[in-house]
C-alpha cells in the first residue's frame, strides 16, 4: 500500500476546491485504502451529494475512455495507473456505499454522539432538530426571555438596549425577524469569547483610556468653533455656506449609530476622503453655481 503524504488545501470559495478533494479521495482509493476508513465532510446535503457524483463521474469516465484515465491519472500524481484500476476502484466504492462518511458535518458528529451517549452525557435517544424545529425552539426562548416572569429584569433590559443601539437609524419594520438575528449574533460572540470576565471590562478592552468617551464629550465643542469659523465669514458662496452649515447641525445631534451623511453628502465625504490633504491645508472642492 502506498504511503500518501499528509495535504491542506487552502482556497477561497470557487478556486477548485471541489476538483482538488475528489482528486484527493480518489487517490486515497487507487491507493488501497478502504472506503470506509476515508472520511470527506461538506457544509450541506447538497454539496456532499455533487462530491460524492463528481467522484463516479470521474471514476466510471477513467474506467471507459484511455484518455480519461490518463488525464486523472495525472490529475492525481499517478501517472501509471490504467483503465482497469479506475474500474476496480469504482466497484470497490459501490460497493461500500452503505458505509461511506460522506456527508456533512453535522450528520457526522450525530453519528459519533450515537456510538458514545453516555461518554457526552447523554443518557436518552436524540435527533438532529429541522430548521423549522429550530425556529421554532428559537421562537420559544424569545418569548420566555421577553416574558417579565421569565428573566431578570435588568439583563432583559440591557439585552433590548443593546438591540436598539445596533438598529439606530435603521427602519425595520419585522422586530420579531430582527430581534432574532440579533440575538443570534450575540450568541455567536458568546460562543467565540465565553470568558464572563472578558465582557464589559473596559479596562481590558481599552487599556490606556476610551478615546471614544472623550471624543464624545468634545464633540460640541468642536463643532461650536467649527461654527465660529463659518459665522466669521470664509467667503464662501451662499449655497456653500448653506451647506456647510448643515453639516454642523448634523455632526451637533449625531451620535452613534445615526447617519452622519444626512447632510451634504457630496460636500462630507469629499472632506472625508480627503482629510490629510485638508490638514495640510491642500484640499479643494470644486462648487458649481447655478
Not at 20 to 34: D, E, P, S, W
Not at 41 to 47: C, D, E, S, V, Y
Not at 61 to 74: M, P, T, V
Request: aromatic share 8%.
Amino acid at each position: 500500500m502506498k504511503r500518501i503524504q499528509h495535504v491542506m488545501i487552502r482556497a477561497s470559495a470557487g478556486s477548485g476546491k471541489t476538483y482538488q478533494l475528489t482528486n484527493r479521495f480518489i487517490q486515497l482509493l487507487v491507493c488501497g485504502r478502504a472506503p470506509e476508513r476515508i472520511i470527506a465532510l461538506t457544509f450541506t446535503r447538497k454539496a456532499a451529494g455533487e462530491f460524492f457524483a463528481e467522484i463516479l463521474t470521474k471514476l466510471a469516465e477513467a474506467a471507459q475512455d484511455a484518455k480519461a484515465a490518463k488525464k486523472l491519472a495525472s490529475d492525481i500524481g499517478m501517472q501509471d495507473t490504467s483503465k482497469a484500476t479506475f474500474g476496480k476502484a469504482l466497484r470497490t466504492l459501490v460497493d461500500g456505499m452503505g458505509r461511506l462518511s460522506l456527508g456533512t458535518i453535522d450528520s457526522f458528529f450525530h453519528r459519533v454522539l450515537g456510538l458514545f451517549p453516555l461518554e457526552f452525557g447523554l443518557g436518552a435517544e436524540f435527533e438532529m432538530m429541522s430548521e423549522f424545529h429550530k425556529q421554532q425552539a428559537r421562537l420559544h426562548v424569545l418569548e420566555n426571555l421577553l416574558a417579565h416572569h421569565e428573566t431578570r429584569p435588568k439583563e432583559r433590559d440591557d439585552l433590548i438596549e443593546s438591540f436598539r443601539l445596533s438598529t439606530a437609524g435603521q427602519d425595520s419594520r419585522n422586530f420579531v425577524g430582527s430581534f432574532e438575528e440579533h440575538l443570534k449574533s450575540c450568541h455567536e460572540l458568546l460562543l467565540r469569547v465565553p470568558d464572563a470576565n472578558r465582557w464589559g471590562d473596559s479596562a481590558l478592552i481599552w487599556p490606556t483610556g476610551n478615546s471614544w468617551v472623550a471624543q464624545k464629550m468634545a464633540l460640541p465643542d468642536m463643532v461650536a468653533d467649527w461654527r465660529s469659523h463659518l459665522d466669521a465669514g470664509q467667503g464662501f458662496p451662499a449655497g456653500l455656506q448653506k451647506s456647510w452649515n448643515g453639516i454642523a447641525d448634523n455632526l451637533a445631534a449625531w451620535a452613534p449609530g445615526k447617519n452622519l451623511f444626512a447632510k451634504s453628502i457630496k460636500l462630507l465625504k469629499s472632506a472625508m476622503e480627503d482629510l490629510d490633504a485638508m490638514e495640510q491645508g491642500d484640499w479643494e472642492f470644486q462648487y458649481r453655481t447655478a
